[in-house]
T-cell receptor, first 112, second 113 residues
Framework: DVKVTQSSRYLVKRTGEKVFLECVQD?????MFWYRQDPGLGLRLIYFSYDVKMKEKGDIPEGYSVSREKKERFSLILESASTNQTSMYLC???????????FGPGTRLLVL | RKEVEQDPGPFNVPEGATVAFNCTYS??????FFWYRQDCRKEPKLLMS?????NEDGRFTAQLNRASQYISLLIRDSKLSDSATYLC??????????????WGLGTSLGVNP
């Protein structure tokens, strides 16, 4: 079974704090993705990565950065959290050539 | 027009009912199609792929209509456990021949006893 884990289920941070969201997958997948999901807006792609050290901007990268130092780990960084970054953050992975995405359980981030 | 559109619902049906959802897409060059299921406060999970010839998995049937640019999901004999949001996903080639996933906003289904 594919397992994608995220470091926290719930997180509360203050405006201006630096926030790290970690994602780990155990299936040796090449591709990893970070989404946020908001009511009425659906899933929106923030960043993705097709390989170690590689990163590509998604549809809404502003205010975020990512790091992929190891194949199994993809980190999302909020350099200076703002209240409009309060959201559900979902990490996903997929194998190269496969289109099915496997999601982690999500992190609900509240920025006060 | 949005790239992928779904009726948000909610669809509320009694147990045992048959219910169908559609998902329309705007880009005729779209290549692959999927249905995901997302339970309340959980992550999306793949329900089924949608093949050109249509496909069936137990009580679930997925169809693709390329001429009218929509995919459909039919659920027969609804169970309480089918209550969830159903997300459609359309994959297309964008500039540079990269594949891009477009997610619908989802259709909410409630199955009542």
């Amino acid at each position: 079974d594919v397992k994608v884990t995220q470091s926290s289920r719930y997180l509360v941070k203050r405006t201006g704090e630096k926030v790290f969201l970690e994602c780990v997958q155990d299936m040796d997948h090449e591709n990893m993705f970070w989404y946020r999901q908001d009511p009425g807006l659906g899933l929106r792609l923030i960043y993705f990565s097709y390989d170690v050290k590689m990163k590509e901007k998604g549809d809404i990268p502003e205010g975020y950065s990512v790091s992929r130092e190891k194949k199994e780990r993809f980190s999302l960084i909020l350099e200076s959290a703002s209240t409009n970054q309060t959201s559900m953050y979902l990490c996903a992975s997929s194998s190269q050539g496969e289109e099915t995405q496997y999601f982690g359980p999500g992190t609900r981030l509240l920025v006060l | 027009r949005k790239e992928v559109e779904q009726d948000p619902g909610p669809f509320n049906v009694p147990e045992g009912a048959t219910v169908a959802f559609n998902c329309t897409y705007s880009n005729s060059a779209s290549q692959s199609f999927f249905w995901y299921r997302q339970d309340c406060r959980k992550e999306p999970k793949l329900l089924m792929s949608v093949y050109s010839s249509g496909n069936e998995d137990g009580r679930f049937t997925a169809q693709l209509n390329r001429a009218s640019q929509y995919i459909s999901l039919l659920i027969r004999d609804s169970k309480l456990s089918d209550s969830a949001t159903y997300l459609c996903v359309v994959i297309m080639n964008n500039a540079g021949n990269n594949r891009k996933l477009i997610w619908g906003l989802g259709t909410s289904l409630g199955v009542n006893p």
